[in-house]
T-cell receptor
Framework: GQNIDQPTEMTATEGAIVQINCTYQTSGFNGLFWYQQHAGEAPTFLSYNVLDGLEEKGRFSSFLSRSKGYSYLLLKELQMKDSASYLCAPRGGNKLTFGTGTQLKVEL | GAVVSQHPSRVICKSGTSVKIECRSLDFQATTMFWYRQFPKQSLMLMATSNEGSKATYEQGVEKDKFLINHASLTLSTLTVTSAHPEDSSFYIC??????????????FGPGTRLTVL
């Protein structure tokens, strides 16, 4: 089965760092994706982890611990345009399963 | 690279009519495309997996006779919502996986189609 847990909402200040956590229980797990979705738009790909550890990509980093069923997305130097929903999506077999997302609000 | 388009972006139709939504991979070939539905403030729910040249695989609870999927080429999949009803109003999003980058398995999403059934 699939079970994904991430906070519903977070608020952070422009220029700060924020960490969005995700825990999952996924049958046949073989990788985890993070997507960004602005209201009324389709998700855009941010990162992919298949091995344990940290993947860094500019202002965004993602961490995975397979044994703990845990991942986080780290956003640095927050900008107002980063206000969006962030979706944790573990893959089981051939399919992605999406959490309900974390709505991030960046304030001045 | 890895651009996926959807058409139309927005459609309003009367109850009982059928609506076709197209999903195209513009700069890559996709043996596999996925169709999702998203209701307001909810997560994306996978409806079906579309494989080029074969029948789609539907998720539990999704009626295959109501949501017809055709994946006739490596760059085009269509979803037809037949006899649409107001409860079918939703945001429909397709994604495609790059055939030549199967190892990465990244899905690239189209911009979505907002369907409103009156």
């Amino acid at each position: 089965g699939q079970n994904i847990d991430q906070p519903t909402e977070m608020t952070a200040t422009e220029g700060a760092i924020v960490q969005i956590n995700c825990t999952y229980q996924t049958s046949g797990f073989n990788g985890l994706f993070w997507y960004q979705q602005h209201a009324g738009e389709a998700p855009t790909f941010l990162s992919y982890n298949v091995l344990d550890g940290l993947e860094e990509k500019g202002r965004f980093s993602s961490f995975l611990s397979r044994s703990k069923g845990y991942s986080y997305l780290l956003l640095k130097e927050l900008q107002m345009k980063d206000s969006a929903s962030y979706l944790c999506a573990p893959r089981g077999g051939n399919k992605l399963t999406f959490g309900t997302g974390t709505q991030l609000k960046v304030e001045l | 690279g890895a651009v996926v388009s959807q058409h139309p972006s927005r459609v309003i139709c009367k109850s009982g009519t059928s609506v076709k939504i197209e999903c195209r991979s513009l700069d890559f070939q996709a043996t596999t495309m996925f169709w999702y539905r998203q209701f307001p403030k909810q997560s994306l729910m996978l409806m079906a997996t579309s494989n080029e040249g074969s029948k789609a695989t539907y998720e539990q609870g999704v009626e295959k006779d109501k949501f017809l999927i055709n994946h006739a080429s490596l760059t085009l999949s269509t979803l037809t919502v037949t006899s649409a009803h107001p409860e079918d109003s939703s945001f429909y999003i397709c994604s495609a996986r790059d055939k030549d980058r199967e190892g990465s398995d990244t899905q690239y999403f189209g911009p979505g189609t907002r369907l409103t059934v009156l």
